[in-house]
């Protein structure tokens, strides 16, 4: 392959009208539809030579999941098709791609075998010029979705797949015999031809770096990447064109132009132009998140267009500084999150779906999202990129992996793909290696025989090193550490622990199980087994990931006396964990606390989990503790216990926490205390409120307190007199 490299040349800022020839593109013939699908219940031997059986096929929707269209199987799959190709096309430079096949891929064209593909969450391609024909074409491809061997859990797993093979959300759960069924094989994202002439291009890469000086801060480099595939046997000249366009917002384009001379076979191009002064892409909360296309073309000497690549990126600069803090265009934030696995199987995921999820998400005043342990759908990405949602995107890596070269090689073949396919993403402000690695979780000496602390710290930093060379421009870390997921209340000790001093500034886990609500439960369950009363029913519960011994004995929710009774017992304790750690968070702003992440969001199937939403997305009343919790402006009221006895008069902190960029001047801080639903006490404080900041206004000493339930409303108003922020506090007196 040639590589090319050159500056391309400022032509003009004012794009011209469109020729005939540019308002061509690319053909895509979808090969989507209705495919031929066979289990294959033997072990194979996989070579070029393998035959497809002759019979026994069955229907199967692509794209999907297996076990979305009714096989609950592992192993092997066969899937064929048939497609024809239009006469037009059959001389053109054609690729055959897939978005997304779990696990891995051997394809075969008209009983041509084209090549074989590890990893479910890439994209891959393979050149068919030439070998599709005109008229009627078969496509076969074998899927190999297989099982993690049971007493290879949790230190030498060998499938780069995270929570999809082997974690406590998956049916089953983590440590169960039955916790990787509902496997998630299959041909899950949409299959295609993609045609050009002559010259193809391919693995377009935008990568926007600011190149600030004295004279000019605002200076950007954006730097552009592709292969091109040149279909002729004989050198040629061509024009690149490359046109950036705002995609969201009205605002300045480019132009720049280029000649360029390509081999035969594969040519490498790589160029640089400068962008002055550009509209930055800024989270929701702060700005606009704005968004540019580029568009590369390839012209012929007449003009022709050959070929036509969009992306569309931001410019923004991310860092943190030595205290982990975070910096989005050189100004600081406080990131409040969430872990989210959107569904247990991609292909449910569509993007209305990812949409009323982030909607969710943002309504509860979430601005950041961790991707837990696994790479999501494309369109989730798309969509944080057009909200302003911050992404921080974990590798499929979680506890312990084989330390065999072959697997080391292959997780860093599949980390370089994951960087490759999401660079482009401003949403995306960070990588993670591994969750909790076996170098990082001594947890996994008392549970097994075999381990060691050394087990993936060489992958691992392998991982690290290639990725922060790969992308300079992002938070690279080996690991997510145990030491970040403080599960107080729920693994061990008690809720009210969240009221020590945090460990970490990051907390990048935290939470409690909770039941969804009766109409989703009776969803999920048969009126038999809506009550757990035996040790099968409370199995069958358990499947379901519900965790008896930690909701009962380390939680101590009570079961109640009816499933009503269970519901609002197991939401209430999520309810005031997360309110309570949330603003105990908070009020430790940059003392060390700079970035919190709720586990987790959603339920990825029909389960009882960490989820404040449930699988059929019903909030559970852990969201709206969420939600006041993450409000940007918060009257947080600091206390540790939420029972008193009679006669005594505890003092309450009056905390003011303003995550905006604006500061307030003459704003009101007001409680009011009362009892069994009746005012009983109020004060009212003047506030001044600086941007980005968080301090203590005083305590609140309430009187001496009599038997009953009370209530504390705090309120922070604006010298307009409308609401900034609400919160309230809930106790009672025996």
Request: with cysteine; net charge negative; glycine share 6%.
């Amino acid at each position: 392959m040639r590589y090319l490299s050159t500056l391309l040349t400022l032509l003009l800022t004012t794009l011209p009208a469109l020729s005939s020839h540019a308002q061509e593109r690319i053909t895509h013939q979808s090969l989507n539809g209705s495919w031929q699908f066979q289990p294959v219940a033997a072990s194979l031997h996989v070579t070029p030579q393998l035959q497809a059986p002759a019979g026994g096929w069955k229907k199967i929707n692509v794209p999907d999941n297996w076990y979305r269209q009714g096989h609950d199987i592992s192993g092997y799959a066969w899937y064929q098709t048939r497609f024809v190709l239009d006469a037009r096309n059959a001389s053109r430079v054609a690729h055959l791609v897939f978005h997304g096949v779990d696990y891995s891929a051997d394809v075969w064209l008209n009983d041509r075998y084209l090549g074989h593909h590890t990893g479910y969450f890439q994209p891959f391609e393979f050149d068919v010029t030439g070998l599709v024909k005109p008229g009627e074409n078969q496509l076969r491809v074998l899927v190999n979705s297989p099982l993690e061997q049971p007493q290879d859990w949790s230190l030498h797993k060998r499938l780069v797949k995270g929570i999809f093979s082997h974690h406590d959300t998956r049916p089953g759960g983590a440590w169960s015999e039955r916790g990787q069924e509902k496997n998630t094989g299959g041909i899950w994202a949409p299959v295609e031809l993609q045609f050009a002439d002559r010259a193809a291009v391919r693995q377009l890469q935008v990568t926007p770096r600011k190149q600030a000086t004295e004279a000019n801060p605002q200076q950007w480099v954006v730097s552009t990447e592709a292969d091109i595939h040149h279909d002729v046997s004989h050198e040629t000249s061509v024009t690149v064109e490359a046109r950036i366009l705002p995609e969201n917002f009205k605002g300045a384009s480019f132009a720049f132009k280029q000649s360029q001379t390509l081999q035969p076979g594969g040519n490498h191009i790589a160029f640089s132009f400068p962008v002055d002064n550009p509209a930055l892409w800024w989270p929701y909360e702060y700005g606009h998140p704005n968004l540019y296309r580029l568009e590369l073309s390839v012209k012929d000497a007449s003009g022709k267009l050959l070929d036509q690549r969009e992306q569309v990126f931001g410019v923004r600069e991310v860092k943190v500084d030595d205290g982990l803090q975070w910096f989005i265009n050189g100004r600081r934030m406080f990131l409040r999150g969430t872990n989210y696995i959107a569904s247990q199987w991609l292909a449910e995921m569509t993007p209305d779906r990812y949409r009323r999820d982030l909607e969710m998400m943002q309504a509860a005043h979430i601005n950041a999202v961790r991707v837990h342990a696994h790479v999501t759908g494309q369109d989730f990405y798309e969509l944080c990129d057009r909200m302003g949602i911050l992404v921080t995107q974990d590798f499929p890596l979680l506890w312990g992996y084989s330390d065999d070269p072959d697997f080391i090689a292959e997780a860093r073949r599949q980390a370089k793909d994951m960087v490759q396919l999401l660079q482009r993403h401003p949403s995306i402000i960070s990588w993670t290696m591994h969750n909790e690695p076996p170098w990082d979780s001594p947890w996994m000496a008392q549970k097994y025989p075999d381990y060691h602390p050394d087990i993936n710290r060489r992958l691992d930093a392998l991982l690290y090193e290639d990725v922060s060379k790969l992308d300079t421009l992002r938070v690279v870390r080996k690991e997510s550490a145990t030491k970040e997921h403080e599960w107080m209340g729920w693994y061990f000790d008690h809720w009210l622990a969240f009221s020590r001093p945090a460990p970490t500034p990051w907390s990048t886990e935290f939470g409690a199980q909770a039941l969804p609500n009766l109409k989703s439960l009776e969803r999920m369950f048969s009126k038999a087994l809506l009550w757990p009363d035996t040790e099968a029913k409370w199995q069958v519960w358990e499947y379901h990931n519900f965790q008896r011994k930690e909701t009962f004995e380390f939680a101590g929710v009570k079961q109640g006396r009816n499933i009503e009774e269970f519901i609002a017992n197991s939401q209430h304790y999520q309810a005031r964990l997360i309110q309570f750690a949330v603003e105990n968070y908070r009020r430790q702003r940059y003392a060390p606390v700079s970035a919190v992440f709720q586990f987790m969001f959603v339920e990825n199937w029909p389960s009882i989990n960490w989820g404040i939403v449930d699988y059929w997305r019903e909030p559970k009343a852990g969201y709206e503790a969420l939600r006041v919790a993450y409000q940007p402006v918060l009257p947080s009221l600091e206390w540790k216990q939420d029972e008193y006895e009679a006669g005594a008069s505890p003092r309450i902190g009056l905390w003011a926490i303003n995550d905006t960029w604006s500061g307030f001047e003459h704003a009101s801080y007001t409680v009011t205390l009362y009892r069994e639903g009746k005012p009983l006490d109020m004060l009212k404080l003047p506030l001044e409120m600086l941007p980005d900041s968080g301090y203590k206004l005083r305590d609140y000493a309430l009187p001496v307190l009599e038997k009953g339930q009370y209530e504390i409303k705090a309120e922070i108003t604006g010298q307009d007199g409308k609401s900034m922020g609400r919160n309230q506090y809930r106790f009672s007196v025996k």
